[in-house]
């Protein structure tokens, strides 16, 4: 069983900036993709970006060239910089760890972008 823990939501102006982190407690995080997702009121949950194994980064359209996904695989950590905000960003984000050894998710972080 892996526990990931999300951190760094908050509430922010548009085009303001924030970074979220996600830690895993697994000593094979290095094995996982991860994955942020978020969901919005009365909307379905949709995949925002990933990186995998290898370091490959995979964006929705909707935040290329706003959003960065890193992972550092010292730290179990997988991160979000998300930069240039707006008010559709806003959303709970959940933190996904996928691996052939299963899939997890965490408890989800609020990012409020409203003036």
């Known amino acids: 069983q892996v526990q990931l823990v999300e951190s760094g939501g908050d509430l922010v102006q548009p085009g303001g900036s924030l970074r979220l982190a996600c830690n895993a407690s697994?000593?094979?995080?290095?094995?996982?993709?991860m994955g942020w997702y978020r969901q919005a009121p009365g909307k379905q949950r949709e995949q925002v970006a990933s990186i995998n194994t290898y370091g490959s980064r995979n964006y929705v359209a909707s935040v290329k060239g706003r959003f960065t996904i890193s992972r550092d695989n010292a730290k179990n950590t997988v991160y979000l910089q998300m930069n240039s905000l707006k008010p559709e960003d806003t959303a709970v984000y959940y933190c996904?760890?996928?691996?052939?050894?299963?899939?997890?998710w965490g408890q989800g972080t609020q990012v409020t972008v409203s003036s």
């Open positions: 996904n760890a996928w691996s052939a050894w299963g899939n997890y």
């Open positions: 697994t000593s094979i995080f290095s094995r996982y993709i």
